[in-house]
């Protein structure tokens, strides 16, 4: 007699579509779920009924393309669709349901104290939306549709997590009449929270600061070079600090530890100059770069392989959506 194998603890994360990624979404959340991929039963979806939050009416043209761009960066980067569940947010009108549920038990004033929100009503009233004000509690709707055990965040979104389970916990408090009908999700923080850009600050295509991750060879060459570096040595003789320098942390993601040796020694003792310090730098971003082109090119070939993939992801997401639909209805009094 065989044994029904365990199943793996599950775990949902999203992003939202902004277009093809850099290197800070790659450290700072794909190389978290590819290890997770290992592991759990990894949910990762399309966010884009979030981007709406933000997003301006004119921005709608280009949404399609990002969201695509964004999925293939995400095969590219390693993420198995074999393994991993990927879909489109907008896609699931279940998670819609679910937020409605959700906010006849969720008290405006948990709403109302999120940073984001209160920042935003303030220097922007007229931008302050509905929509805005209930992203947290949408979010958690994305979350406990799936019972997801853990969500892989940074630290700038573990709040959220934790209005997730203030609203699971009440919502079970009311209607699960002593049972966990939504379990409440663990944040799992990533390694890397915080990608520094090529000038320092944390890297953003807003800043435009950031290095694609199928940025050309010689774009990618060209902006590390022209990199800032330790303010305080001026000329190539001039000891260095790499503490100071902007190219330092990225040297820590990518370079091995004699070169980091080698590096840090020759700044110090003015032995190398900065483009001598920059140039294995460069090879190593290119190399992992060429790996991501190469597999993107084979979905950017054939784009309706990419669609698929998407398509039976969000019917495989839609499966255990419907399931925990069913159990929220009939707890709230409305399976009739």
């Not at 939202?16 to 800070?24: D, K």
């Not at 700044?267 to 920059?278: E, N, S, V, Y």
């Not at 990419?306 to 499966?319: D, K, L, M, S, Y």
């Amino acid at each position: 007699m065989t044994t029904a194998p365990t199943p793996l603890p599950r775990v949902l994360s999203g992003m939202r579509p902004t277009g093809a990624l850099h290197l800070g979404h790659y450290h700072g959340a794909l190389k978290n779920w590819l290890r997770l991929q290992d592991s759990h039963d990894c949910f990762f979806f399309v966010a884009d009924w979030h981007a709406l939050t933000t997003a301006r009416p004119q921005d709608r043209a280009q949404l399609e393309r990002h969201v695509y761009d964004m999925v293939i960066d995400w095969l590219a980067a390693g993420i198995d669709p074999e393994r991993t569940t990927l879909f489109i947010q907008s896609r699931m009108p279940e998670h819609a349901e679910l937020f409605t549920l959700l906010a006849m038990s969720t008290p405006l004033s948990w709403l109302e104290r999120i940073p984001s929100f209160k920042d935003l009503a303030e220097k922007s009233p007229e931008s302050a939306s509905y929509g805005m004000l209930g992203y947290p509690l949408l979010q958690a709707a994305d979350i406990l549709i799936y019972k997801a055990g853990a969500v892989p965040v940074g630290e700038d979104q573990a709040a959220h997590v934790e209005v997730t389970r203030e609203v699971a916990r009440r919502f079970n408090h009311l209607y699960g009449q002593g049972q966990a009908l939504l379990p409440e999700p663990q944040t799992l923080l990533t390694d890397t929270a915080r990608i520094a850009g090529l000038d320092g600050r944390k890297m953003s295509k807003s800043h435009g600061n950031a290095i694609a991750m199928r940025e050309s060879p010689e774009s990618t060459a060209e902006k590390i070079r022209t990199m800032p570096t330790d303010p305080q040595r001026a000329r190539r003789g001039d000891p260095g600090e790499p503490q100071r320098c902007p190219v330092w942390p990225l040297h820590e993601l990518y370079s091995d530890a004699a070169t980091l040796d080698w590096a840090a020694q020759g700044c110090r003792a003015a032995g190398i100059g900065c483009l001598d310090c920059k140039q294995p730098l460069i090879e190593s971003v290119q190399r992992q770069q060429a790996q991501w082109r190469e597999r993107a090119d084979q979905y950017l070939a054939n784009p309706k392989q990419v669609h698929w993939i998407v398509e039976v992801g969000t019917e495989r997401a839609r499966a255990v959506a419907r399931k925990t639909l069913r159990e929220v209805r009939a707890a709230m009094g409305l399976a009739y």
